[in-house]
């Protein structure tokens, strides 16, 4: 089922079928805030009244023209104005090929480092998202020079992949921001874990080298097991609450993510926006078969829906 939903979030027809039915749409807008900035910003209003920050993705991947690529990039300048005005606690996540790593990655460091600095002269953070493993080597690369230049650039580490230790050993020393992640893409068995407990025992070994020696790591999970396990470690650590953050989601455990902040954690909420939602929808149904079953209920409601109507 997460192979399948996962090779549908690559389909170009099968996103031009989706974009056509309204329940799809309807069945998003549960991981979406919204069309507009705007309706992230109620959003990130919301979460902070309950001591949650945020971090804003306006969605977007693989963009094919380097027109588009600087528009994003612009728009994600006035973002990070429109944030700083707002006075929220809240940074921004960019996607790489967002910004046309796969047209020319010179010229996408080039937008990169442009937001960066931007977001800099305002005291704000950029966190690069980590895309699939075509994109990782570039990604991490960028990042080290963006973060040896400006300094507000951090990225994200899969634990399904087995480079990741020696990632986060090499960009450990140097400070660099890590949120780390399971990893929602396909991979292949030659570079992934496949199996779901090998990836959770990855992520509780990289966590465990994170909370010690990373600088202000993201634990980025919904699996309330591992984030049991990080305060306990944190505690025996004696690492205090305000070293670390937890991040969700949006529309993901918001139980757990209230529970943390009352406790005293710092909780992040990643919260996507825009009109790009296809590949982000695809990967949410393709980590748990619920979200399945969710959006053909939808299905058969509109369907209902539509017969009543053409009945009467
Ligand atoms: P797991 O999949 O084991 O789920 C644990 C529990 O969480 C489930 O039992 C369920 O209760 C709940 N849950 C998880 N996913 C759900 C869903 N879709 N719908 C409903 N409930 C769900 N990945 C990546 O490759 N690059 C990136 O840059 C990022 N960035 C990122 C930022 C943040 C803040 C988060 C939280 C996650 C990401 N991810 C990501 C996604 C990540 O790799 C992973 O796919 C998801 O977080 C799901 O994995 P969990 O850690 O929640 O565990």
């Not at 192979?3 to 996103?15: Q, V």
């Not at 020696?213 to 990080?230: E, L, M, Q, V, W």
């Not at 139980?255 to 790009?276: K, M, T």
Request: with cysteine; charged share 30%; glycine share 4%.
């Amino acid at each position: 089922m997460r192979a399948f939903f996962l090779y549908l979030a690559r389909k170009e027809g099968f996103k031009n079928f989706a974009l056509n039915f309204k329940f799809f749409r309807k069945t998003a807008s549960r991981f979406i805030a919204g069309d507009t900035l705007d309706d992230a910003i109620r959003v990130i209003q919301h979460a902070s009244q309950r001591n949650i920050r945020s971090t804003l993705d306006l969605l977007g991947e693989n963009t094919q023209s380097r027109a588009d690529a600087s528009r994003t990039s612009e728009e994600l300048i006035r973002t990070q104005g429109r944030i700083h005005h707002e006075e929220a606690d809240c940074n921004l996540s960019v996607k790489l090929t967002q910004l046309g790593l796969k047209l020319d990655p010179e010229f996408c460091e080039q937008n990169l480092i442009r937001i960066a600095k931007y977001a800099k002269d305002l005291g704000a953070f950029i966190r690069v998202d980590m895309e699939d493993s075509s994109c990782t080597d570039q990604t991490l690369e960028i990042v080290d020079r963006a973060y040896g230049l400006l300094g507000n650039v951090g990225t994200v580490i899969q634990a399904y992949l087995y480079r990741s230790e020696q990632d986060v050993t090499r960009m450990n020393p140097k400070g660099i921001r890590i949120r780390l992640v399971k990893g929602a893409y396909r991979e292949p068995e030659s570079i992934a874990y496949r199996r779901k407990k090998d990836t959770d025992a990855n992520f509780v070994k990289l966590m465990k080298m994170l909370l010690q020696s990373g600088t202000y790591p993201a634990i980025a999970t919904h699996d309330a097991s591992i984030i049991r396990t990080a305060k306990k470690f944190a505690q025996s650590k004696r690492i205090p609450k305000d070293a670390f953050e937890f991040q969700m989601l949006y529309g993901i455990r918001r139980d757990l993510q209230h529970q943390l902040a009352r406790e005293g954690y710092n909780v992040r909420l990643y919260i996507p926006y825009g009109s790009q939602w296809y590949p982000y929808f695809m990967r949410r149904l393709a980590e748990r078969p619920a979200n399945v079953t969710f959006l053909v209920r939808n299905l058969f409601m509109e369907r209902r829906f539509k017969e009543k109507h053409d009945n009467t």
